[in-house]
């Protein structure tokens, strides 16, 4: 890896922010220190908590997965999120996972974006924005699971991440299937001999996002994460303690409280489509802290882009789409109008 020795670690956030700033119309809504009048305030709240050792271990009797099912399915219906314990993600391994990712974000600015780290997946800001409340105040390392023990993937001097992210790559990808497979059973469809679900989703097409929201000093709603769902079928998340994940519960933001030894998961736009909406994508974001950075990792269970995606029965409120075609369409929307569209794009 070549020298950066002399440059910073932080992306030049600082420096979109204020070109967006003059940008924006109404510039002083936009750095206004306090929330506009007639802003709800933002609720804590707890996620529905579900013991998933039924699906990650074995001695449980059918009576317990029955409950275990039923609860997932229920949380997925109401809540589109819920937090899970006894997930088989070891805590040892997500604070190595945590520890070993914080020295990656430590890296010089020039070495995360120019040196082909993590496959060259590292991405800051929004590229896309062309306002400061479309700015995402965060960078990441977007890798594809193949990238992460591929020969083209370089960690520099950074050798213990290799191993680790493997193995939490790993761990929450067996977590997100056998998830996925209980919902998917709860709404009546059974995988035949050894057929997976969903059908193409393997470490070709599945992602690990590591995540770093740095403290931002500006307006205090800036984003460290823009408002949005999620493009897949699950996500299966690992937060520090610092909080700042919020999600829409009816027509209300509301805080998740961060509980130490769980994992978050929420449905994807996929999943919702395959359940003629049954099982809810929920628009969430992140906000900034002004003195704390925070980290997560997050992992995507994604088909291959020419899978269709199906429904669980018909008739569907949606015509037939690959996965492909629904990214597409999302970056297109993104690009013409600054925001996602989704799902409403492919209604019958």
Not at 238 to 252: A, C, N, P, Y
Not at 270 to 277: E, R
Request: glycine share 6%.
């Amino acid at each position: 890896m070549p020298a950066f020795a002399e440059s910073a670690a932080e992306p030049p956030l600082a420096d979109s922010y204020h070109a967006l700033l003059r940008r924006d119309t109404k510039l002083d809504a936009c750095i206004t220190t306090a929330p506009p009048p007639g802003c709800q305030p933002v609720s804590e709240c707890q996620l529905p908590m579900i013991d998933v050792r039924c699906l990650t271990s074995t001695g449980a009797s059918p009576e317990e997965r029955a409950a275990c099912v039923a609860a997932i399915a229920a949380a997925a219906e109401e809540w589109g999120f819920f937090q899970v314990t006894n997930h088989g993600v070891g805590q040892e391994l997500l604070d190595a996972m945590r520890r070993e990712q914080a020295r990656l974000f430590r890296l010089p600015f020039e070495a995360k974006a120019t040196a082909g780290l993590l496959n060259d997946s590292y991405r800051w800001g929004t590229p896309t924005a062309t306002s400061s409340k479309q700015l995402s105040w965060s960078e990441a390392f977007h890798v594809p699971l193949a990238g992460i023990s591929g020969d083209r993937c370089s960690y520099g001097e950074l050798t213990n991440i290799r191993d680790v992210t493997h193995e939490v790559a790993n761990a929450m990808s067996k977590l997100a299937n056998a998830l996925a497979r209980v919902l998917a059973e709860s709404l009546g469809h059974t995988a035949a001999g050894g057929e997976q679900f969903p059908a193409g989703c393997d470490e070709r097409t599945c992602f690990l996002r590591l995540n770093r929201y740095p403290p931002c000093p500006f307006s205090p709603d800036a984003f460290g994460l823009v408002p949005h769902t999620d493009s897949d079928f699950l996500t299966v998340l690992f937060q520090d303690q610092v909080g700042g994940l919020q999600l829409m519960k009816g027509s209300r933001w509301v805080a998740v409280k961060p509980i130490p030894g769980t994992l978050i998961v929420n449905i994807g736009d996929l999943f919702q489509a395959w359940s003629n909406n049954r099982y809810k994508s929920v628009e969430h974001k992140v906000v900034t802290n002004a003195t704390t950075e925070r980290y997560s990792v997050a992992y995507f269970l994604c088909p291959s882009y020419d899978s269709p995606i199906g429904a669980c029965e018909e008739p569907s409120p949606y015509r037939t789409f690959t996965f492909g075609e629904y990214r597409r369409r999302v970056q297109e929307d993104v690009k013409k109008t600054g925001k996602k569209i989704g799902l409403p794009n492919f209604l019958m």
